[in-house]
């Protein structure tokens, strides 16, 4: 199932996309009281999702509330993430290549260890919201298609053969980044925490509506030309790998996201580079997620 944060008439709430993804049900026509995302990640029960399961396929004429999905607003699944966005960096080989060219290193083919950063966010932006391109301090605004792994569970040493089980579901981000600043302080955090530089949504796709381990198209695109197009399979540290390292060393608690990295096909990886500017709009599509079309404004 396909889990949103929605707003209709001024007010927020949560729903559930029907099976065919035309309509949203509301949570609350389900007797379902949660507020937030982040609160039905900590909460929700299995009786709870094996309702939500038979309600998606309901006539939506039947259901309290339900609104077609195109009048409604999507926000980010988590529009207020409790902690920083766990991120892999330079987690598929090309998108490696494409980096080192871009700061003139030297690839010797290898990524032994998974690069872990962190991304701050205070409020995600929702799937067709703006990326402001903070063009008083940022000369090369970039993009990024990133699948988001959503914790269920509180974690703390798991095998990987038990990933899985801790996993509430998967939602796409675009890593929006300011290339100089990242490079310049050496340490990322800077050039990805900026204001707007988290795109999220469209929604959260449950653990068990996708193949474990994800093996899904992953594109983006800028103003309609195709410029990533890979698949999650090629990811160097998969799902199961990524979880259970770091559960090993920290407690993963119920509603962290994991950015899993961005495949080749970003705007330094091109010669010369291809940033974004103000008007651009960029769409992440990931199968069996949907797609977040965000523009750049001044």
């Known amino acids: 199932m396909r889990l949103v944060t929605f707003e209709i008439e001024h007010k927020s709430g949560l729903g559930v996309i029907s099976k065919d993804g035309s309509w949203v049900f509301p949570l ?3 007797d379902m009281d949660y507020k937030t995302m982040q609160e039905l990640i900590e ?4 009786s709870e999702k094996q309702l939500l399961e038979i309600a998606v396929g309901q006539d939506p004429y039947k259901i309290k509330g339900a609104a077609p999905i195109q009048e409604v607003r999507l926000q980010a699944p ?12 330079i987690n598929y080989m ?3 290549e494409e980096a080192a060219r871009f700061k003139a290193e030297a690839f010797k083919g290898e990524r032994p260890f998974a690069v872990y950063f ?9 799937p067709q919201g703006v990326i402001p391109s903070h063009r008083d301090m940022v000369e090369d605004l970039d993009y990024e298609a990133e699948l988001a792994v959503i914790i269920g569970r509180e974690a703390s040493h798991v095998p990987e053969d ?4 801790y996993i509430f579901g998967y939602t796409i981000i675009n890593d929006v980044t300011a290339r100089t600043i990242q490079n310049r302080h050496k340490q990322w955090y800077f050039g990805k925490s900026m204001d707007g530089f988290l795109p999220m949504g469209p929604c959260i796709t449950t653990v068990d509506d996708l193949p474990y381990p994800p093996r899904l198209s992953i594109q983006s695109r800028v103003n309609g030309e195709l410029r ?15 979880v259970s390292e770091l559960s090993q060393g920290m407690t993963l608690k119920p509603g962290t996201i994991i950015a899993m990295g961005t495949p080749a096909g970003v ?3 091109f010669v010369p580079p291809r940033f974004l500017k103000p008007g651009d709009l960029v769409e992440c599509t990931i199968e069996g997620i949907g797609t977040i079309a965000n523009r750049v404004v001044e």
Do not use: E, W, Y
């Open 78 to 89: 988590i529009p207020n993430p409790k902690q920083d966005v766990i991120c892999l960096g």
């Open 118 to 126: 962190s991304k701050r966010v205070s409020q995600a932006t929702g």
């Open 94 to 96: 090309a998108h490696a």
């Open 162 to 165: 038990k990933v899985k089980d």
């Open 228 to 242: 990533q197009d890979a698949n999650t399979a090629l990811m160097i540290f998969g799902v199961g790998h990524v």
């Open 267 to 269: 705007g330094m990886g």
């Open 43 to 46: 909460n929700v029960s299995d």
């Open 28 to 30: 609350s026509s389900l």
